[in-house]
């Protein structure tokens, strides 16, 4: 029953209001444009190689519909494995009850709704996990082989999910198997093999740099937000923590804006939240008789995937597998009351859905297409746009344009005329307002067209920059 309401919820609601980085690896996907990417290396060929045979078909799907079919079906296959995982070190119950935990936070369900790139791999890092419970109790070769090889397939998914991988080591370490630590290194080196045996065929040759340059590429661009420990991540790290659990976002004041009546829920849930967790925390009890090696492990991924997280600006995408991390770990340190686990659960579920699945399944927020229809059919005007991202990648997506020159943050640019849509878009508290400065003096010289949109109407104007 469980399982039947999650994969409603997963297949049938997905996100009409993708983010930028969603559309574009779909497009790239769409157009086999960017199949080995340095960022996520085997995620945007195994979509491709799955999507082929169904166009070949006619079947009658869209790239980003079909993407989050199949996220879907590992975020389905991500919450059994975790079931099975506790289920071997824990009761049924508390299995259940944080699988049901797990599968309701936010982090999880914004990322199985969207085409983006973080479920595959959390679900082969959840499969590592499990064979390392197998391990750690039964200390059989096989199983090291095959967590080895689930933590290697998972970092090549997504290279976030090499800490988990390390934190698996340390729990190793912890059982000093010092053999076993060995053999694990020695799979895992799938990976930086695979890292170069793909620069060596994409650039002809093999170097240090170049095979540096393309693991980290994406802190040697000018387009890295990433500026080490400071103001925005003492902001961020926080509300992205959060938000791996519930949803918090400037969209939630244009949706009470909207439906007044959500004020109830907007109180309710919140006060059910704190009281259901208060009475969770003091129902609970320290378990005596956990596994200390999983314990460990889960610890030390749950850390050192925060740690990397705020070090990046708090980004909430490299937080999504902690909930995971975190329901692994209690289900060995605590005697947890199921029953309030599930009432807690409920109450995030229901906030989650109310937040932010149901508006981003059945609005179209910002209209954001539109203005990409825009810029496409004047290719020789240049824009500033609010989410230059997002129109970019849509542009990508609906016309087969990889390169958008026309297209440009405020920010980024100097003085001369530009259309743009920032001066009544509603622009709500984002993590966009910390990373791009959107402020910039500019006259408004004319009203070129409104934009109709379920957030709020707004229009493009023609505007001067000085």
Same mark, same amino acid.
């Given at each position: ?205 093999l170097t240090f740099d170049n ?80 596994? @200390?090696? &999983? ?8 850390? #050192?995937?925060? !740690?990397?997280? +705020?070090?990046? =600006? ?17 289900s060995q340190c605590c005697n ?96 966009? @307002?910390? &990373?791009?400065?959107?402020q910039k003096n500019y006259i408004? #010289?004319?009203? !070129?067209?409104? +934009?109709?949109? =379920? ?12």
């Amino acid at each position: 029953m469980t399982m039947a309401f999650f994969a409603i919820v997963y297949l049938f609601l997905p996100s009409n209001n993708m983010s930028g980085d969603a559309v574009c690896y779909a497009a790239d996907i769409k157009y086999g444009y960017e199949l080995l990417h340095w960022h996520h290396l085997l995620y945007n060929g195994f979509m491709w190689l799955l999507y082929r045979p169904v166009e070949a078909l006619g079947v009658s799907i869209g790239i980003t519909a079909f993407i989050c079919c199949i996220n879907a079906l590992f975020s389905l296959s991500t919450l059994a494995v975790l079931y099975a995982t506790i289920k071997r070190i824990a009761s049924e119950q508390t299995a259940l009850a944080l699988t049901v935990f797990a599968g309701s936070c936010f982090g999880f369900l914004r990322y199985t709704l969207e085409s983006e790139v973080y479920i595959p791999p959390l679900f082969f890092s959840i499969v590592s996990s499990y064979f390392f419970v197998r391990y750690s109790t039964e200390n059989r070769l096989s199983q090291l082989l095959f967590m080895a090889l689930a933590a290697s397939l998972a970092c090549l998914f997504h290279q976030i999910h090499l800490f988990w991988g390390i934190a698996l080591f340390i729990g190793i370490a912890f059982l000093k198997r010092y053999r076993d630590l060995c053999i694990y290194a020695a799979v895992t080196l799938i990976v930086p093999a695979t890292y170069a045996l793909v620069v060596f065929l994409q650039d002809g040759y093999l170097t240090f740099d170049n095979f540096s340059h393309y693991i980290a590429y994406y802190y040697y661009t000018p387009a890295s937000d990433v500026s080490g420990i400071g103001l925005k991540n003492l902001i961020m790290s926080p509300i992205s923590f959060v938000r791996s659990f519930i949803q918090l976002h400037g969209d939630i004041a244009i949706q009470l804006s909207l439906k007044p009546y959500l004020y109830v829920l907007a109180v309710v849930l919140p006060i059910a939240a704190i009281y259901l967790l208060v009475r969770l925390v003091r129902s609970s009890s320290a378990r005596r008789d956990g596994n @200390r090696a &999983v314990i460990i492990a889960h610890l030390a991924a749950f850390l #050192l995937q925060l !740690l990397f997280a +705020i070090y990046s =600006d708090g980004n909430t995408e490299f937080m999504v597998m902690l909930p995971f991390a975190l329901v692994i770990m209690l289900s060995q340190c605590c005697n947890l009351s199921n029953r309030y686990v599930v009432w807690l659960a409920s109450v995030m579920l229901a906030w989650n859905l109310t937040f932010s699945v149901l508006p981003n399944h059945f609005y179209n927020q910002y209209a954001t297409d539109k203005f990409s229809e825009y810029v496409h059919d004047h290719p020789d005007a240049e824009f500033v746009a609010y989410d230059a991202g997002s129109v970019q990648a849509l542009c990508f997506l609906k016309y087969g344009e990889p390169e958008i020159d026309n297209v440009f943050y405020l920010c980024d640019v100097s003085d001369g005329e530009f259309i743009t849509d920032i001066i009544d878009r509603p622009t709500p508290f984002n993590r966009m @307002r910390f &990373v791009k400065d959107i402020q910039k003096n500019y006259i408004v #010289l004319d009203t !070129l067209q409104t +934009i109709e949109a =379920d957030y709020g109407n707004y229009h493009l104007c023609k505007i001067r920059v000085r």
